[in-house]
């Protein structure tokens, strides 16, 4: 099954942006996607994060909250 996507234009951030927007949001409303691949995400993240490798995320993309 191939994803569809809704977003024109992909942002990206540095790690002092995304630091920000988590800082802003204690209640967790945004989930964080980590699509590095085992060993990067094991060399270091960020709490909460959520690894799904970019290659599998066409397969796995139902473990993320639609919320």
């Known amino acids: 099954m191939k994803l569809n996507c809704s977003i024109d234009e ?3 951030l ?13 209640e967790g409303a945004f989930q964080l996607l980590d699509v590095r691949q085992p060993r990067e995400y ?3 993240h960020i709490p ?8 599998e995320l066409e397969y796995r993309y139902g473990e993320l909250d639609n919320d």
């Open 42 to 44: 094991e060399s270091g």
């Open 10 to 12: 992909v942002k990206r």
């Open 48 to 55: 909460g994060a959520k690894l799904i490798p970019l290659g």
């Open 14 to 26: 540095t790690p002092q942006e995304a630091k920000k927007i988590l800082d802003k949001d204690p």
